[in-house]
């Protein structure tokens, strides 16, 4: 575990953490004046590997090959200068900081940073971290990795949890779930919609898709995973044989699927890393591999069935709750377009040109609501 000081004067400014992966999610923005929750499990921080905030430089102030160097192949609106390895955290892992009045840019519904760094060390006052907490954003504090030191507290989460251990832990990330406004003159505002981080997750996915299918169809399992991928993939793809077939693969399921060309696999919420099958000789090993975050893919590839539960409280022992199961979105599933856009620019296969015209012009998608 890590702590994390000041390093203008080695003040302690968060509780000891754990290293985990950076969420797919983390710089999505959802909706409009939509209260997201917080980014960050407590006890953990993620750390950014590209550049992050402020200054921006538009694209026609890049050279091609710069943005090349930087792992961008396609047009984007703008980049940041800023120090890459930014660390995120959860707003009250933080400790011993202040908020710098003069710095809060933002204000729709609360802070971004779009004047800085507007968190101070409260000992030295060094500007340390950013804030977010404005509508359409994820909660969070991004310390500016130039300001502050890492420091080992303890070895005892070093060994990352193998994928047995990942699975029986069974923690899934529901598709379903109440989304909130920040409330108006009406008052607050709720309704059952489809999660942000799976929207999040697919539209990562799906750029990966796109680039497995090499052009063709692509077919999905049924049920959940046909239901949030096949229209787009439908819509973005050709018609007509010869067809691509996607299949879901990682722990605790048999690959029996040796003629996949494509594998749905999980990525390790520690280290970020991507399953493969442990027999390097299983020929679905030369499959095209394509990221689903653990708590998403467990959802896709062990659902859970809608069973009575054993009643708690003061309910008579072997008495069922048969409470309803949770609402349905009112509407089709739709994939993230800001972050299917920052997945796609960043694979070199975007070069292709029926690649770039999907990526130059998603406003047809989008008008049909697939994104």
């Not at 467990?298 to 003061?314: I, K, Q, R």
Request: hydrophobic share 40%; proline share 13%.
């Amino acid at each position: 575990m890590f702590l994390f000081a000041c390093a203008g004067c080695d003040a302690g400014l968060t509780i000891p953490l754990s290293q985990v992966a950076l969420p797919v999610h983390a710089h999505q923005k959802y909706g409009n004046g939509i209260q997201l929750p917080v980014l960050m499990e407590s006890g953990t921080f993620a750390v950014d590997p590209e550049p992050l905030g402020p200054p921006w430089r538009t694209w026609a102030e890049i050279d091609p090959d710069e943005a090349a160097n930087r792992g961008i192949q396609a047009p984007v609106y703008a980049l940041s200068d800023g120090s890459p390895g930014a660390i995120v955290i959860a707003p009250g892992d933080a400790r011993g900081t202040l908020l710098i009045p003069e710095k809060g840019g933002g204000y729709c519904c609360g802070l971004d940073w779009a004047d800085g760094p507007n968190m101070a060390c409260e000992t030295c006052g060094l500007p340390v971290a950013s804030r977010i907490d404005d509508c359409s954003l994820w909660q969070a504090v991004w310390f500016a990795p130039n300001s502050v030191r890492r420091r080992l507290v303890d070895d005892a989460d070093a060994a990352p949890l193998s994928w047995a251990e990942l699975t029986a832990e069974g923690k899934g990330t529901p598709p379903f779930e109440p989304i909130a406004t920040w409330g108006s003159w009406l008052g607050s505002d709720r309704w059952w919609s489809w999660s942000p981080q799976w929207e999040a997750a697919v539209g990562r996915a799906l750029a990966h898709l796109l680039v497995a299918s090499e052009g063709r169809p692509v077919t999905v399992p049924e049920g959940l995973t046909e239901e949030v991928f096949q229209r787009a993939l439908d819509a973005l793809l050709p018609a007509g044989p010869p067809v691509r077939r996607a299949v879901l693969a990682g722990p605790g399921r048999p690959l029996s699927d040796a003629d996949a060309d494509i594998l749905l696999v999980p990525t390790h919420p520690q280290t970020g890393e991507t399953w493969s099958p442990a027999d390097p000789s299983n020929p679905a090993t030369s499959a095209y591999s394509v990221p689903l975050p653990l708590g998403v893919w467990l959802w896709l590839a062990f659902p859970e069935p809608y069973l009575p539960v054993p009643a708690s409280g003061g309910m008579p022992d072997g008495v069922l709750r048969d409470d309803p199961p949770a609402p349905r979105p009112r509407h089709r599933f739709r994939a993230d377009p800001g972050t299917f856009r920052n997945t796609l620019v960043r694979l070199p296969a975007v070069r292709s040109p029926w690649l770039r015209e999907i990526l130059e012009d998603l406003t047809p998608y989008m008008r049909a609501r697939l994104f």
